[in-house]
């Protein structure tokens, strides 16, 4: 059972574009919210995180908005680029430092 | 730094073979994590140590799968017999600042398992 649940699956935009991915939760325990870039053949690298104490975080492209009341986050990558194209995870950790994450979302940008 | 470095990147074997995964962590980490990555269940956490001691081993399937960190720079995972299912992506990661709980992992590149 996924404590942290992804959408969409995969996603399909043209260069400029806006791909958005969201997840939700349900426990309220946790209190670090990462997301990850994965490329084909590679591990995991973390791209952003976010505390519950902040609505959004921008770095570079990449914004999370966090919505602590509907327990939900997600991800914006604005002027998305064709080296973007990468599977995407969030998730979730807690004081025990184990982090729970979603099933991934595989962004395609096209040129 | 070099990263977190695997061995083997690709490993094809045959079902009831022993199977050994080595990692060696980021120098200066002292926490080291092993998940494993499905297309059908994604990314699982199998365990974690810090400080080399295994801290959770809940998500380790059954008892075929066994793992050690003898020292700081040095960890295994052994599957033993192993089946078919067992085929994925097992990645290693470290952490260097756990007790601050920054969800930050630095991953290997992963051991590609496909058990026949």
């Known amino acids: 059972q996924q404590q942290v649940k992804q959408s969409p699956q995969s996603l399909i935009v043209q260069k400029g574009g806006i791909p958005i991915i969201n997840c939700a939760y349900e426990?309220?325990?946790?209190?670090?919210f990462p997301w990850y870039q994965q490329f084909p053949g590679k591990g995991p690298a973390l791209l952003i995180a976010?505390?519950?104490?902040?609505s959004e975080k921008k770095e570079g492209r990449f914004t999370i908005s966090f919505n602590k009341s509907a327990k939900q986050f997600s991800l914006h990558i604005m002027d998305s680029q064709p080296g973007d194209s990468a599977t995407y995870f969030c998730?979730?950790?807690?004081?025990?430092?184990?982090?729970?994450f979603g099933a991934g979302t595989t962004v395609t940008v096209r040129a | 730094d070099a990263g977190v470095i695997q061995s083997p990147r690709h490993e094809v074997t045959e079902m009831g073979q022993e199977v050994t995964l080595r990692c060696k962590p980021i120098?200066?980490?002292?926490?080291l994590f092993w998940y494993r990555q499905t297309m059908m269940r994604g990314l699982e956490l199998l365990i974690y140590f810090n400080n080399n001691v295994p801290i959770d081993d809940s998500g380790m399937p059954e008892d075929r799968f066994s793992a050690k960190m003898p020292n700081a720079s040095f960890s295994t995972l052994k599957i033993q017999p192993s089946e078919p299912r067992d085929s994925a992506v097992y990645f290693c990661a470290s952490n260097p600042r756990i007790a601050e709980n920054t969800g930050e992992l630095f991953f290997g590149e992963g051991s590609r398992l496909t058990v026949l």
């Open positions: 120098s200066g980490h002292n926490s």
């Open positions: 426990n309220t325990a946790f209190d670090y």
């Open positions: 998730a979730a950790s807690r004081s025990d430092y184990k982090l729970s």
């Open positions: 976010i505390r519950p104490d902040v």
